[in-house]
């Protein structure tokens, strides 16, 4: 299952814009600076418990404006950059040019087969509307993947909540019928991304063949101050007291979190070996 999420911005419409653009805009005034919150985050505990910084040649693919390479730099890790929207090149480039970026597409990867040990691709594959694009990606990661390579991925989650909650329906319902975005001057709408169910992305990957070694719900905090907004401070305590009860915490980021995260191997045959 998926469903498309229209972009949440006043002025951005379907002929003013075009795709690459929305992202060189967002990436204009963006400044590399420190990578606390990378360190910080979920997805550096996930490459440090798999011990997944240890593989040495390493590709992110839409790497934005570099808060990731950056990070994964400062730790001597030998990272590539690719991305196609070079407002976020310039700022790698300008900060830290010993990084290699190069301006193109995920789903026409300019690198020879067997070059990177692991591929990282955080939200960028929801950004195809045609999801047929996403198996192009998946193929081109998996021939550039050496063998055993890794590619750790993740993409938004259609959560329980993100379908039955009546807050977040009346709002997606509403961003979808044009006059009512610009009643709340929200402009044209533009697809933006999709949500995705965990089944879909999972069948998407082990079709290209990729074999799931891990995966996880996350960014659960971030879910609940979106969804509820006004109610996150009456929703917040009892949501993090339960996950606190042990097994409970994957039910609870199942049924709220926004994101899912998947670690995956390259393999002949692709198949699920745990959470
Ligand atoms: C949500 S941002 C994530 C940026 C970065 N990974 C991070 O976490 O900071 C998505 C990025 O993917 C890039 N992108 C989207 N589609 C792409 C494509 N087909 N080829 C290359 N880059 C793409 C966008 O330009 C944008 O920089």
């Known amino acids: 299952m998926k469903r498309k999420v229209y972009h949440p911005k006043p002025g951005v419409s379907v002929t003013g814009m075009a795709y690459i653009d929305l992202w060189n805009q967002q990436w204009a005034d963006k400044k590399l600076c420190s990578s606390g919150s990378v360190y910080k985050s979920e997805e550096w505990e996930v490459l440090t418990s798999f011990e997944l910084l ?96 890794l590619l750790v991925i993740t993409v938004p989650y259609m959560s329980l909540n993100r379908l039955l909650n009546p807050l977040v329906v009346s709002r997606r319902l509403a961003s979808r019928v044009n006059w009512i975005r610009k009643v709340f001057g929200k402009g044209e709408k533009v697809f933006f991304q999709y949500e995705f169910g965990v089944g879909y992305f999972r069948k998407k990957l082990i079709s290209n063949k990729f074999c799931i070694k891990h995966e996880q719900f996350f960014w659960l905090e971030m879910g609940l101050r979106d969804d509820f907004r006004f109610l996150y401070p009456l929703v917040k305590y009892p949501v993090f007291l339960f996950s606190r009860i042990r097994g409970l915490d994957r039910l609870i980021r199942w049924v709220f979190a926004p994101f899912m995260l998947f670690v995956c191997e390259k393999a002949a045959q692709g198949n699920i070996i745990g959470e």
């Open 54 to 149: 240890k593989k040495q040649r390493v590709l992110e693919a839409g790497c934005g404006y570099g808060r990731w390479l950056k990070a994964l730099y400062d730790r001597e890790i030998r990272v590539h950059g690719i991305d196609f929207a070079i407002n976020g090149l310039r700022i790698v480039k300008e900060a830290i040019p010993e990084i290699p970026v190069v301006q193109g597409d995920i789903r026409h990867l300019p690198y020879k087969d067997d070059c990177f040990d692991l591929i990282l691709s955080w939200g960028v594959m929801e950004h195809f509307e045609n999801t047929n694009e996403i198996d192009a990606a998946l193929e081109k990661a998996f021939g550039c993947l050496s063998e055993s390579g």
